[in-house]
């Protein structure tokens, strides 16, 4: 049975993810798209039609599509701009099919459903809320700035967001995703417009507190100018938690220690973006498991500091694919090897021991694995053995 794993938040940091986890075997995807941008193309259709924008709805759906071909490029081209702006200037046509097929069909979530089916995505794409919805946001200096672009262009710091109208309802099938998910993955994305916002509907953040689903928190690798000036991994955490009124903690934060090259952190230095500060220290004191490592590209970085997909990837595959070992041992070395194994799975439930002795023989050996198993229920088995040529292992 394949496992669930849900990502929430917006943007280009959520494509990214889904661009590489897509390609994870033996896993069924769910996208919940924050759904309160108010700028560029989304914005103009939002206003001129009273629909919820469609663009980070797009963006997910062609990061999911299994044919990256002209039909991709075709949701991806923009009408240009003309010296006399002309309607369809500036919108791209994935949104304006969005917008026609909502009418059509009667809803935003009937649109997505029809167009998966046109690019053959691999997963489901939900919307947070079908009803159009304003962020507002209350800045350190108490100024209240409304508007998802214009928040994202604050010189203060931002103390507190909250939705308007607050009548405004999330999308049902959103929790019902969760409760039967098996990992939830919050972020890489724009902290107070694309990750806190799903969050702050009191059925959702219950509904990830009662899912037994693994939590994982992918911390963005460089601060974001007017929303994220200065902050820690650890203050990125706390602001979630913040605003989810403290219902869940992560069982996992991801953070990139990867080296960033230095033409790209002067470009972003310019913008007044800096990389993410790690605090080690702090980040100890949560009651999550914290990765570090190098998840940026090797190579060929283009304009922007991004994780790379296939290295997120590997990461949360370890995490949701539960591994057991099993250690063969004759006995001298079985405790050594025990200790490990226990350093490669961290839990002692996923580590069984079979100490063999010469006389016994293959069926008897195969009869032992088969029961540890089964007891252990984990996705990968792996054998760790001391045992060379000359022992029943060599004829498994």
Not at 144 to 172: D, N
Request: hydrophobic share 40%; proline share 4%; net charge positive.
């Amino acid at each position: 049975m394949n496992k669930k794993v849900l990502t929430i938040g917006g943007g280009t940091g959520l494509a990214t993810l889904l661009r590489g986890i897509k390609h994870i075997k033996g896993i069924d995807i769910v996208c919940v798209v924050t759904m309160m941008d108010d700028g560029g193309s989304s914005g103009r259709l939002r206003k001129e039609f009273g629909v919820v924008p469609p663009g980070d709805i797009r963006n997910c759906l062609l990061a999911l599509s299994e044919k990256e071909d002209l039909l991709s490029k075709l949701f991806y081209y923009r009408f240009p701009l003309k010296g006399q702006k002309p309607e369809v200037g500036g919108h791209s046509l994935g949104n304006l099919l969005l917008i026609a097929m909502s009418d059509i069909l009667g809803g935003i979530h009937k649109a997505v459903s029809a167009i998966s089916e046109i690019l053959s995505i691999k997963g489901k794409v939900l919307p947070v809320t079908l009803q159009t919805a304003n962020l507002v946001a209350q800045l350190e200096n108490g100024k209240i700035v409304k508007g998802e672009s214009k928040i994202s262009q604050s010189f203060s710091q931002i103390k507190k967001l909250k939705i308007v109208p607050s009548k405004v309802k999330h999308y049902p099938e959103v929790e019902k995703n969760i409760l039967d998910s098996d990992m939830i993955i919050i972020g890489p994305g724009s902290l107070f417009t694309s990750l806190i916002p799903p969050l702050m509907f009191d059925g959702i953040v219950n509904s990830i507190k009662k899912s037994k689903a693994k939590k994982v928190f992918i911390c963005n690798i460089m601060t974001q100018p007017g929303e994220t000036n200065n902050y820690s991994v650890s203050m990125h955490v706390d602001k979630i938690y913040e605003h989810c009124k403290y219902k869940f903690e992560f069982d996992y934060i991801i953070v990139n220690r990867g080296r960033l090259p230095l033409s790209l952190l002067n470009h972003y230095a310019k913008q007044n973006s800096f990389p993410v500060k790690i605090d080690c220290s702090k980040l100890r004191l949560y009651n999550s498991k914290i990765i570090y490592g190098n998840f940026v590209p090797k190579e060929n970085f283009g304009k922007y500091l991004r994780h790379d997909p296939k290295k997120i990837t590997q990461k949360n595959t370890r995490v949701i694919m539960k591994t057991g070992i099993i250690v063969l041992s004759h006995g001298k070395f079985s405790q050594e090897l025990v200790n490990t194994a226990f350093s490669i799975v961290g839990k002692q439930d996923m580590v069984e021991n079979i100490s063999v002795i010469s006389e016994i023989d293959l069926n008897t050996l195969c009869e032992h694995i088969k029961q540890k198993i089964s007891v252990m229920q984990a996705d990968n088995i792996v054998l760790l053995t001391d045992m060379l040529g000359g022992t029943p292992l060599m004829h498994l």
